[in-house]
């Protein structure tokens, strides 16, 4: 199975912040890499896919970059909106993985 | 507009089982691929399998091989998923997501908490 490693955990942030997530994949998984959101009680919600596509509706202070084993998510300017915990995924293989989760919180 | 509505919260027996039913509105319910994920509390996401809703094709999680069982009703665009022998530590919320392949899980249901107490 392919491990996906998220770091930090978790990060403590303000409103206005540029905020960055990594997750490495334990072997190459091409773009094939998905970023979720995830607020309390709610279902995760897709954020971008191949990597680096915005999902539908999506905006644009989100983006995604990486390949291979290396991925990142960044949030431009984070807004009250975004404090949640954000999920990736590789869909290059069966079984689909996860990461543990990144939980943004306020500072 | 895509949705895909869950049935309701469910308590069960150790040793039970347990279906979850996830309907499909909005989309031709035949032309994506449904998958099951489930998050226990506090925890993070966990892959459990797919169904192709046209051909009825399944692929489980080698973690879930022999428990669970993936159907569909294409009359009703409503896909099931069956957890039997049921644990304490099956207890979790159990997702149903859309999944067109190269546009992984665009579209979630709401979720369908399943508790496992004697």
């Known amino acids: 199975d392919i491990q996906m490693t998220q770091s930090p955990s978790s990060l403590s942030a303000s409103v206005g912040d540029r905020v960055t997530i990594t997750c490495r994949a334990s072997?190459?998984?091409?773009?094939?890499l998905a970023w979720f959101q995830q607020k309390p009680g709610k279902a995760p919600k897709s954020l971008i896919y191949a990597a680096s596509t915005l999902q539908s509706g999506v905006p644009s202070k989100f983006s995604g970059s990486g390949s291979g084993t290396h991925f990142t998510l960044t949030i431009s300017s984070l807004q009250p909106e975004d404090f949640a915990i954000y999920y990736c995924q590789q869909y290059n293989s069966y079984p689909r993985t996860f990461g543990r989760g990144t939980k943004v919180e306020v500072k | 507009q895509v949705q895909l509505v869950q049935s309701g919260a469910e308590v069960k027996k150790p040793g039970a089982s347990v279906k979850v039913s996830c309907k499909a509105s909005g989309y031709t319910f035949t032309g994506y691929y449904i998958h099951w994920v489930r998050q226990a509390p506090g925890q993070g996401l966990e892959w459990m399998g797919w169904i192709n809703p046209h051909s009825g094709d399944t692929n489980y999680a080698q973690t879930f091989l022999g428990r669970v069982t993936m159907t569909r009703d294409t009359s009703v665009s409503t896909a099931y998923m069956e957890l039997r022998r049921l644990r304490s530590d099956d207890s979790a919320v159990y997702y149903c997501?859309?999944?067109?392949?190269?546009?992984?899980?665009?579209?979630w249901g709401q979720g369908t908490l399943v508790t496992v107490s004697s």
């Open positions: 997501a859309r999944d067109a392949h190269l546009v992984p899980f665009d579209y």
């Open positions: 072997q190459g998984i091409s773009n094939y």
